[in-house]
């Protein structure tokens, strides 16, 4: 259904704007009178992934870090969930990440800036046990990088701003982002591409194969030239070629089949083309080796 992402200073109070959020959520979804499609609220954080605060001590620990709560992000967008991510989210990049994540699960998207002075997170920093804190040299290094949300941009947006003494946020008005707000749908550069089967390149190379040895054959019994050959038995009736008016030589056929397989592999690999998700039957891959050998030996 949604997700929203928290962003804010380290220690600028966002946990706590975080859980109530998820409580204020779950109170409207139990409500009798609540009849939408959402059953859960799901909160994710460094916290309930166990992730430890040093690993953002240093740039290689962090990736992996980043990693583990992007994942975590993946595994729990749904349709009936709204995602709640408390987390630094201090580098617009990674915000831009979760972003076409929800895009590519077609779920709404909504972030909560925490605004709070870096010296009011100084001061709370100061107030946390020390199990709870960053190192101080992070801390302070988090405060400097850190990429402040944008309602220009549309990975940022909506974006509500929550200033740290703000006793009441709104939370009615988030209700509505995420239930009733913009939903973007997927576009060329979010949306996930169906993978081939995996015995693609087999198929491949069998059918073409096939193919060559079938107009060999045709050739060897004199009835080569100027026909029109049956590739292949259809769904939709048989798949055929017109043979050149010419004897075709068996390397000339396998140099074409070889420009054929090497132009297809990289769309195996990648599974699809820039027009698109491939078909790779048997069917499919003789019309299109047929169509190929009469372009080029006409």
Not at 113 to 123: D, G, K, L, Q
Not at 168 to 181: L, R, Y
Request: proline share 6%; charged share 25%.
């Amino acid at each position: 259904m949604a997700l929203v992402t928290i962003s804010g200073y380290p220690c600028s109070g966002k946990t706590t704007r975080a859980t109530a959020l998820k409580e204020e959520f779950e109170t409207k979804i139990k409500d009798p009178t609540y009849e939408g499609p959402i059953t859960s609220i799901v909160l994710i954080s460094d916290d309930t992934l166990s992730l430890s605060r040093d690993g953002y001590n240093d740039g290689r620990a962090e990736k992996p870090q980043r990693a583990a709560l992007f994942t975590a992000v993946q595994r729990n967008l749904a349709k009936n969930t709204v995602l709640i991510v408390d987390g630094l989210n201090y580098i617009k990049g990674f915000r831009y990440q979760m972003y076409c994540a929800a895009r590519e699960a077609n779920v709404r998207v909504a972030t909560v800036f925490i605004a709070a002075t870096a010296e009011i997170c100084r001061s709370w920093y100061q107030e946390k046990p020390e199990a709870a804190r960053y190192a101080e040299a992070t801390f302070e290094n988090l405060i400097q990088r850190y990429e402040e949300p944008s309602s220009m941009v549309r990975w940022d947006s909506p974006l509500f701003t929550i200033p740290w003494n703000e006793e009441q946020p709104p939370v009615d008005e988030i209700w509505q982002a995420v239930t009733g707000g913009l939903l973007r749908p997927p576009n060329a550069g979010t949306k996930s591409i169906p993978k081939p089967p995996s015995d693609a390149l087999q198929t491949l190379e069998t059918m073409t194969a096939t193919i060559v040895s079938e107009i060999m054959s045709n050739q060897t019994l004199g009835a080569g030239a100027g026909i029109s050959l049956k590739l292949y038995d259809g769904t939709d009736g048989p798949i055929k070629m017109q043979l050149p008016s010419r004897t075709v030589t068996l390397s000339e056929l396998q140099r074409l089949k070889r420009q054929f397989v090497m132009m297809h592999r990289k769309a195996i690999t990648q599974g699809a083309t820039e027009n698109g998700p491939v078909d790779w039957s048997e069917e499919a891959i003789a019309a299109k080796f047929g169509n190929y050998l009469e372009e080029r030996l006409g």
